[in-house]
Nanobody
Framework: QVHLVESGGGLVQAGGSLRLSCAAS????????MAWFRQAPGKEREFVGG????????YYTDSVKGRFTISRDDAKNTVYLQMNSLKPEDTATYYC?????????????????????WGQGTQVTVSS
């Protein structure tokens, strides 16, 4: 059985940092597109960033570029989201997700549909 488990969320002041972790089990995700999404109350789930090792590219939504960094440790089957310079508008539940990687149009991974696996989410709250 496949599991994605996020951890590392919490309460932080604006300007602070957090690092989220996503531990995967049940299969190897080295060839998967691994992504982070977030969802604030009353809003749709939105793509934060993601990538795959085989493509060598990592993509980010504009609002987090320069502040968030995604990394992965395939040996540990773990993906990380380093979040710096946090803002109150970053407050949301953050989800890890995995989708089979297919080369070509990478924009499809900005949407939730391609993802087969999701974690349960971890709450990030940024106070002003």
């Amino acid at each position: 059985q496949v599991h994605l488990v996020e951890s590392g969320g919490g309460l932080v002041q604006a300007g602070g940092s957090l690092r989220l972790s996503c531990a995967a089990s049940g299969r190897t995700f080295s060839s998967y597109f691994m992504a982070w999404f977030r969802q604030a109350p009353g809003k749709e789930r939105e793509f934060v960033g993601g990538g795959t090792r085989s493509s060598g590219n990592t993509y980010y939504t504009d609002s987090v570029k320069g502040r968030f960094t995604i990394s992965r440790d395939d040996a540990k089957n773990t993906v990380y989201l380093q979040m710096n310079s946090l803002k109150p508008e970053d407050t949301a539940t953050y989800y890890c997700a995995a989708a089979p990687w297919r080369s070509g149009y990478s924009g499809r991974y900005y949407y939730t549909r391609p993802y087969d696996y999701w974690g349960q989410g971890t709450q990030v709250t940024v106070s002003s």
